[in-house]
């Protein structure tokens, strides 16, 4: 076999094989969530979790703030929908946030009205959830179909 030969099926032989793994660097946070309008949305639902945990803990009732804040970031959500969908360049967390200010009020109108212990645990694990879901769907890095690269960058 000729050193051109060898040389070809050594080059295939390789290109064929996977490349070594290499570790995955930590991935930064969406630049979107580094704007003052989405950090804030992030540290009050952060708080208001905190505060909803609290209260299903000590059974609490809640309080004027409390409503008042979710309030307010319901109508941050839907600021932030609008700005995200008006910039055009995510679509799904475009469409989240606008679920997440819609779904808020009804969380909380579900926790008001609940007649029992149960439903009112039930209304409290479910707002906690969605105040959840607010902070990560805006730390999360983008995912492929959003048309983003994972460090936020067109």
């Keep these: 076999m000729s050193c051109a030969a060898l040389a070809a099926t050594t080059l295939l032989w390789m290109a064929a094989t996977p490349a070594p793994a290499q570790p995955a660097a930590p991935t930064p946070a969406p ?16 708080d208001l979790k905190a505060q909803a945990e609290a209260m299903r803990e000590t059974e609490a009732p809640a309080t004027e703030a409390f409503k008042t804040g979710v309030a307010d970031l319901a109508a941050l959500d839907s600021r932030g929908q609008q700005i995200v969908r008006d910039r055009g360049v995510d679509g ?58 994972p460090d936020g960058s067109v």
Excluded: H
């Design 92 to 149: 799904d967390l475009a469409c989240i946030l606008r679920g997440i200010s819609e779904d808020l009020p009804v969380k909380l109108a579900a926790l008001q009205l609940a007649a029992d212990a149960p439903a009112r645990d039930t209304a409290l694990r479910e707002l906690i959830y969605l105040l959840n879901d607010n902070v990560e769907v805006l730390l999360a890095p983008p995912g492929p179909a959003s048309g983003l690269a």
């Design 31 to 46: 630049a979107t969530a580094l704007e003052p309008l989405f950090a804030d949305i992030v540290a009050r639902a952060q």
